[in-house]
């Protein structure tokens, strides 16, 4: 979403074009559910895990960005969005970890040999078995708390698997970027063993998205043949792309939390190749409260699209938002909140743009996620 893009965009430009390929990275922790929500005793000791990882000199200049998402998230708490408290935790969590496992593994690992004897002392936690031990033993978090778990399970072992393929065809280094968020994916489902319980709402009716995901990639496939668009939004082509693939593999392997929080934001993203502000930002910040009540009101526990309507909410009330976080907020009330509610069957999606019979799908292939 739109804070957490620019954060993106500070790590990208302060980290070598190898490790830039890695940041679009999930953590899962699992916070105590209480309606919903996760609860405001786990975010506030996530808040103060990514203050002190802040303070840590193995960041070097991804510190500030650090910093900036703690900041945001007590900020979200102190309004009450919780949902977009633990979103703004996610990035920085999982980089930091991965950053300073790599910055402390670096000097003790130089060559291939040394790198994949320490890959392999790994394998056991990012095993099939182990991954959804520590996912399936919190069937009761919140559903957007479940929802990023079912994400971190999905890529745990592909970036443990890339980490390798990095190493060895560049440098134990970069090597070790990857392997850090295999190991904090698998770290932080483990905290949702130990911290989710079940709040009274009722669980979303979520549930396979085949039709939903044809639609989108030949409405992604429209968009990249419109003259110009795969050169001059070649990069948020491969955003994109990176998600359906994501949503595939979960919709696949039965993760609907998952797939449909991802399914969302890859709706987000493909609005947002012609997004704009709103032209009447008090008539939007208006739908977008109706649509956050509507959702808080029906006694189910519908947090997976809550986190993108606190993200818009903020932005449409802070005076200072700039153009593409209002874009983004406009894309999430008008797109991403009628496809949730069409997915759990709650209001009319919102009429979508006839694609040609003919139309051609193109998947782009590339690395993990990215």
Not at 105 to 115: L, S, W
Not at 138 to 149: E, K, L, N, S
Not at 199 to 211: H, I, M
Request: proline share 4%; with cysteine; net charge negative.
């Amino acid at each position: 979403m739109s804070d957490s893009g620019d954060m993106l965009k500070n790590f990208k430009n302060s980290l070598s074009g190898a490790l830039a390929l890695a940041l679009l990275l999930i953590l899962s922790p699992c916070l105590h559910a209480a309606e919903g929500n996760p609860s405001v005793e786990g975010l506030q000791k996530l808040v103060d895990e990514v203050g002190e990882m802040a303070e840590q000199t193995a960041l070097g200049d991804n510190a500030a960005a650090m910093a900036g998402a703690r900041d945001e998230a007590a900020a979200a708490m102190e309004a009450g969005r919780l949902h977009l408290a633990l979103d703004s935790l996610v990035m920085p969590l999982e980089l930091g970890a991965g950053l300073i496992y790599q910055a402390a593994m670096t000097e003790k690992i130089q060559d291939q040999a040394a790198f994949e004897a320490e890959w392999r002392t790994h394998a056991t936690l990012v095993s099939e078995k182990e991954r959804k031990a520590a996912t399936v033993s919190c069937p009761g978090a919140p559903a957007h708390v479940r929802a990023v778990a079912e994400r971190a399970l999905n890529r745990s072992s592909h970036y443990y698997d890339a980490a390798l393929a990095m190493a060895k065809v560049t440098e134990p280094a970069n090597g070790l970027f990857y392997l850090g968020r295999a190991r904090s994916q698998f770290d932080l489902q483990r905290i949702c063993e130990s911290l989710a319980t079940k709040g009274s709402l009722e669980s979303p009716r979520v549930r396979a998205l085949t039709d939903e995901l044809q639609a989108l990639e030949l409405r992604t496939a429209e968009e990249y043949a419109k003259p110009g668009a795969g050169t001059e939004k070649h990069a948020q082509f491969i955003v994109l792309n990176a998600s359906i693939k994501e949503v595939l593999e979960m919709n696949e392997g039965g993760l609907y939390h998952g797939a449909l929080y991802e399914y969302l934001d890859a709706t987000r993203q493909l609005g947002m190749l012609n997004g704009e502000p709103p032209d009447d930002r008090q008539a939007l910040l208006e739908k977008a409260t109706a649509h956050a009540r509507r959702f808080q009101e029906d006694g189910t526990d519908h947090g997976i699209v809550l986190a993108f309507l606190e993200r818009a909410l903020s932005d449409l009330e802070n005076d200072e938002a700039e153009t593409d976080a209002l874009a983004t907020a406009a894309v999430i009330v008008e797109d991403v909140a009628p496809a949730y509610a069409a997915v759990v069957g709650t209001m009319a999606k919102r009429p979508q743009p006839e694609v040609a019979a003919d139309q051609v799908a193109i998947t782009l292939v590339r690395w993990p996620y990215t």
